[in-house]
C-alpha cells in the first residue's frame, strides 16, 4: 500500500491541539504524537535511555530517563540542550518513521507541537493548525494546575506566534466550538479522500 496523506498538526499552547487530535482518532485517522513519543523513549526499557546514560548518567532515575534532571542540566549546562537533541530527535524521527511505514490507513496525522519551529513542515502533505483567539488559549492555560502568567509567557516566547503560523498554515481548524472543530477536520478528512486536497509537499 502507498503511504498515507500526511497531515503535520500543530498549534502553540492551549490551542486545543489534543483536542483536535483526539477528533481525528475518533473518526477512524490514525495520529502520532511527538510528545508522546518521547515519553516512550524517555520510560524505563525506551531507546533513548542508555544513549542518555552515557551523556549524562545523573539523568537516570529508577531505569528511566527523568525530565526533572534534565531540565536541572540544561539550566546549568548552556551545551546541555544540543546535546540532548542529538540525541532523542533522531530517535523520535525513527519511531515517526516506523508508524507511517506501519500505517493501514489513507490518512494519517502527526501531532508535533513545534512542527514550524523544528523546521518540518515540508515533511507533510498538508499542514493544520488549530488556532483560537489570543483570550481563550490565555484562560485555557492559566487553568492548568500550577500555572503562572510568568510561565505561560515564557512558553509563549518559545513558540512562533499563532498568527504567524495561521499564516503558514495550509487549513486552519478553529477550536473555540468544539461543534465547529469536528465539523472542519470531518470536511478536511472528506476533501482529502475526494482528491480536492493534491499533495503539495515533499
Same mark, same amino acid.
Given at each position: 500500500m502507498n503511504r498515507p496523506f500526511l497531515?503535520?498538526?500543530?498549534?502553540?499552547?492551549?490551542?486545543?491541539k489534543s483536542t483536535a487530535a483526539a477528533m481525528f482518532r475518533d473518526m477512524g485517522v490514525p495520529v502520532w504524537d511527538a510528545d508522546a513519543a518521547v515519553h516512550r523513549l524517555y520510560a524505563e526499557g525506551g531507546a533513548a535511555v542508555e544513549p542518555m546514560r552515557a551523556l549524562h %548518567?545523573?539523568?537516570i532515575r529508577d531505569g528511566a530517563v527523568d525530565r526533572a534532571a534534565l531540565k536541572e542540566w540544561i539550566a546549568a549546562d548552556p551545551s546541555a540542550l544540543p546535546r540532548i537533541e542529538s540525541v532523542v530527535h533522531p530517535l523520535v524521527a525513527e519511531d515517526r518513521a516506523a508508524?507511517?511505514?506501519?500505517?493501514?490507513s489513507d490518512i494519517a496525522v502527526l501531532d508535533i507541537p513545534l512542527l514550524f519551529e523544528t523546521g518540518s513542515p515540508d515533511a507533510f502533505d498538508l499542514v493544520a493548525v488549530v488556532s483560537a483567539p489570543p483570550e481563550v488559549q490565555r484562560d485555557r492555560v492559566l487553568s492548568r494546575p500550577g500555572m503562572t502568567e510568568d510561565h505561560f509567557d515564557r512558553i509563549l516566547s518559545k513558540q512562533m506566534p499563532d498568527g504567524e503560523k495561521r499564516a503558514r498554515a495550509?487549513?486552519?481548524? %478553529?477550536?473555540?466550538?468544539?461543534?465547529d472543530t469536528r465539523a472542519t477536520?470531518?470536511?478536511?478528512?472528506d476533501e482529502i479522500?475526494?482528491?480536492?486536497?493534491?499533495?503539495n509537499r515533499s
Open positions: 497531515i503535520g498538526l500543530t498549534g502553540s499552547i492551549g490551542m486545543g %548518567p545523573a539523568a508508524f507511517i511505514d506501519a500505517c493501514d495550509d487549513v486552519i481548524i %478553529p477550536s473555540l466550538n468544539m461543534d477536520i470531518a470536511m478536511l478528512i479522500r475526494k482528491g480536492r486536497h493534491a499533495r
